[in-house]
């Protein structure tokens, strides 16, 4: 406790980064410790689950130690542990539950495997306040490109998926297109970084899932690979002239650079495909917010970084009315406060998981706990 405030302990290790909070009552953010072992898989372009799983082991004790220095409190002091229960990777996600329940045992304090995408959502009442509900929560994770309703976060049908994407998650797709124009890993900052150099209009891309025909079928889901083909088919095509093969830098084992391959438009590219997959996010986000009435808008998960979304949410936002809540960047990309946030949020509602519980790699999102 402190100053009659329960105390929450959030544990992150759903994928590359391993993260501890505390947080006090519902919103009082105390310390928030993350740990990454991004850099680890940059040479080869994408996650290594063995090697997360090691990383997480490594840095759970000393993250979760700093926490509780940051926060200047003891783990004694703890009143209740929350831990990702997925979705994610097993490995990864299972050393940080097999720690958080000898935390939890060590201390006799109540231990709650939570949804991490929903997470990402209630991590914006730390900074923000108390959501107004209902909400259309988007999660835009490395993972996850969903649409969901919520009414209540601790209520059995609190959480509605509305939809999501058929195939690759927004972030994903920035990732692959990014590496087809020779950027560097992880290619999503580095396509949304050069999209805002490049001309609108200048090269068009398909939109997923558009138009009416999709509308009573698909009306808030998303496809990008449809999309992402269509880069690499351009770049392809432009790839086999011989205006870019006779260049003197053409070379068919080019090394990942910040400008991408020299001899591409990358920025009009990049410009684009951003253009589409945002055109996407926001025409469907907006979509439901007015067919479920909703007045809030959350946005959560590392792809809310991107600017031209951050840029187009706001415009909408404003001009229909609508409140638009999204975290500060460090709470966006994984972290602990996401976990302490949804667990504090529900912990008065709903009981703690079995002893038992294991990490469930493709928990549903309409699932707060395990
Ligand atoms: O939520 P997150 O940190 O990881 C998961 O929990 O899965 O999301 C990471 C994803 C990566 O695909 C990354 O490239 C993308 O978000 N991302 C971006 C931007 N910043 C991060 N994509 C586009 N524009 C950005 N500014
Ligand atoms: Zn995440």
């Not at 926490?67 to 002091?77: H, T």
């Not at 229960?85 to 940080?96: D, E, H, K, T």
């Not at 560097?184 to 891309?205: C, K, T």
């Amino acid at each position: 406790m402190l100053n009659g405030e329960k105390l929450t302990l959030g544990l992150e290790s759903t994928c590359d980064e391993t993260g501890a909070a505390i947080v006090a009552g519902k919103t009082q953010l105390l310390a928030n410790v993350v740990a990454t072992s991004m850099d680890e898989y940059a040479r080869y372009g994408g996650i290594i689950p063995e090697i997360a799983s090691r990383a997480h082991l490594e840095s759970f004790l000393p993250v979760v130690s700093k926490a509780l220095d940051e926060a200047g409190v003891k783990l004694a002091d703890i009143d209740q542990i929350g831990v990702s229960a997925g979705p994610g990777l097993i490995g990864s996600l299972a050393v940080g539950i097999a720690g958080a329940k000898a935390l939890a045992v060590a201390t006799g304090k109540p231990l709650y495997g939570v949804n991490h995408v929903i997470g990402h959502l209630a991590v914006d009442q730390l900074v923000n306040g108390d959501l107004d509900l209902p909400a259309v929560g988007l999660v835009v994770s490395g993972g996850h490109t969903n649409l969901l309703l919520i009414t209540d976060f601790a209520a059995p049908d609190g959480i509605r998926e509305l939809g999501g994407t058929l195939d690759d998650a927004s972030g994903e797709a920035f990732d692959k297109v990014g590496r087809v124009l020779g950027l560097p890993y992880p290619g999503g900052p580095h396509v949304d970084r050069m999209s805002r150099e490049g001309n609108l209009g200048a090269i068009d891309f398909p939109r997923g899932l558009a138009g009416a025909k999709y509308a009573k079928t698909h009306p808030y889901d998303f496809s990008f690979s449809g999309l992402k083909t269509a880069v690499a088919r351009y770049v392809s095509q432009l790839e086999a002239t011989p205006e870019v093969r006779n260049r003197p830098d053409f070379t068919e084992d080019f090394v990942p650079a910040r400008e991408g391959k020299p001899w591409l438009p990358v920025a009009d590219i990049c410009r684009g495909f951003s253009e589409s997959v945002n055109d996407s996010l926001v025409s469907k986000t907006m979509r439901a917010l007015t067919d479920f009435e909703a007045k809030t808008l959350v946005v959560g998960g590392g792809y809310s970084a991107n600017s031209r979304l951050r840029e187009w949410l706001t415009e909408e936002c404003t001009s229909a009315g609508v409140t638009l809540r999204i975290p500060p960047l460090k709470f966006c990309t994984d972290n602990g406060a996401q976990i302490a946030a949804i667990t504090a949020e529900i912990a008065g509602s709903i009981d703690p998981s079995r002893p038992d519980f294991s990490p469930v790699s493709a928990l549903e999102l309409t699932r707060v706990i395990v």
